[in-house]
């Protein structure tokens, strides 16, 4: 693991994270209605926004947004429109993998019925219109039908992301590899988690006037980096051992970098005993989750999965470092610019801790 | 019933709607996207579309904006818009209600499982972007932004009124009145099915000059008509009587104003009876569907729950008739201001088929 840089050691990312994670909650809390059926759609909606994420994409909206030139309230629409969209994906996608728990608390369709929640997914999603169309007053028209649709652009490869990973849960994730296992991040994850942010971000900060292709390359292995990361904590983070979502991968059968590499790692008997293991059904003669969980673990620690996924995104990361001097080199240097260097490489040796 | 008046007799009711769904459709067709996953999405977002409809919502927007002196070509992007919001809607509705089958075949999410059919329906539903983004290029941008607000707004109102009838099916539908239903009728039905569809014709052929409120109070009532007929021909149209959709409110527990009134009309003791009958669990002592549905359609024959439907449509019909004068009275004659007052009437009388 790669000694952490003195930047990170300042904290500046954490602090930006907190600060503007802070400031693009608050924004997306002023676009939920105060009129309207409270108990039965809005209370529902409240919900996940109410539970506060890492604030990486905000962070990377505004960031990219003052190291273009930009100020902080320029972007803050666009940060808030990501939140919205963000809650409402988790609210259908944990609907999809019958998540139990999402942020340390029961998922929303654990709590209201699928119905009522799939309702409050989409009013969060189609929330997010607000803050795109007064863009309008703030931006100018031209920027705010650019920044709208970049919005549509990234939701559609969000849901094509989905649907490729809905299917391959109905194939074997022994089929899959590694390139495959790539090609859905870019459209399930980094779209919307990284290139939509920093593209947005640096589309509001230029006014329109940088190459957001390159932007996007960025974006793109950052998100790989963050996916892998999540991947890898959701089987090593031993504070989250006994929490609910440890190991949630596991019983949910995502075909996460981990277990493609177990699946094409073990004889064929342990493969056999893998599969029965993984998935919600888990025909695994009565061993119960977490004994399921520990053994699948257990085999990836035996068979190295883990220390290969973290080698992985040890290369994705020096890619986003080399795309993001590439993209973003060129500009003044700023705390901002600092902060998105300093990301990539503290998504890549977050504290694993107790490990 | 009404005598059908001349115009009706003509078919302009019937023509206008072939004719204008028929550019809808293609319209929507045209943008569904042609790369991508196939298998996974796309061939799952073309199903419920390649179902035709009645054209009622694209027949309002594209008769209402030439009415007003614009062209079918103005308001296409938007009756687009409608159609595939209105498909993505019926997606996810038929996943709440786990409909077993929409315009004669399987339900979507019967064919491909609740995550695929969840998917698909954000994806119709964002689909919607691209026609009213491309409005842009052929209103001119204030014109398109209020479009864009106006479906925004639709959207809004409708996943409320979806929220509240979800709330209403946990509750005891005896508890139901008709003053009630009609508001939740005005969110869930209304406001997308024929107050959007006018308004947004009207915005788009006057260029913005019209007063759109008289307008939404016509389509609110006209709404209202079409959803209590379509109430009424789920449990009366014998030529479905045995198709698999016939009866499917009663299945399916839906709080219709034909349920009400039974509900509102019988003995206690018949009331438990109906109670125990009606929805997909139906602990009715063993009934079967069709048995346990034409149990409660005798009710609501020797109840007048029928006949007390058919008259309260009559009234708003004729609400509808009085607002439709207030609001669009002063337009030039034209087939389509004729088509737009005729449909009040074809929607009040209805051939029923077979009965």
Wanted: with cysteine; charged share 25%; glycine share 8%.
């Amino acid at each position: 693991m790669t000694a952490a840089s003195p930047a990170v050691e300042d904290g500046l990312v954490e602090r930006t994270l907190a600060a503007d994670g802070r400031r693009a909650r608050a924004a997306m809390l002023a676009y939920l209605p105060q009129d309207g059926p409270r108990a039965d759609l809005y209370d529902l909606v409240a919900d996940y926004p109410s539970r506060p994420g890492k604030g990486i994409r905000p962070a990377l909206c505004l960031a990219t947004c003052r190291a273009h030139g930009g100020e902080t309230e320029d972007a803050l629409n666009g940060a808030a429109a990501i939140e919205l969209l963000h809650n409402a994906f988790l609210v259908h996608d944990d609907i999809c993998d019958d998540a139990s728990h999402r942020r340390g608390a029961p998922a929303l369709h654990r709590r209201h019925g699928v119905p009522r929640a799939l309702n409050a997914g989409d009013a969060l999603a189609w929330l997010a219109m607000g803050p795109l169309l007064d863009n309008v007053k703030t931006l100018g028209t031209e920027l705010a039908l650019d920044v709208l649709a970049e919005f549509q652009h990234l939701i559609q490869r969000t849901i094509e992301g989905q649907a490729v990973e809905l299917a391959w849960r109905d194939r074997r994730f022994a089929d899959l590899d590694v390139d495959t296992y790539l090609k859905v991040v870019i459209d399930k994850t980094c779209w919307y988690s990284t290139i939509h942010p920093c593209r947005v971000g640096a589309l509001i900060g230029s006014r329109g006037r940088v190459d957001l292709e390159a932007i996007a390359h960025f974006g793109f292995f950052l998100g790989a980096v963050l996916q892998i990361r999540d991947d890898i904590e959701n089987v090593t983070d031993c504070e989250r051992a006994h929490a609910k979502g440890f190991g949630s991968d596991i019983i949910e059968a995502k075909p996460t970098l981990l277990l493609i590499h177990l699946a094409r790692s073990v004889p064929p008997r342990t493969l056999d005993e893998v599969t029965r293991l993984v998935g919600p059904a888990g025909d695994s003669g009565g061993a119960g989750r977490a004994e399921r969980i520990s053994h699948v673990v257990e085999l990836m620690e035996r068979y190295g999965s883990i220390d290969y996924a973290c080698a992985f995104a040890d290369g994705l990361a020096g890619a986003a470092l080399a795309e993001f001097e590439a993209a973003m080199g060129w500009l003044p240097e700023s705390p901002d610019k600092d902060f998105l260097r300093m990301l990539v490489l503290h998504l890549r040796d977050p504290v694993i801790r107790g490990r």
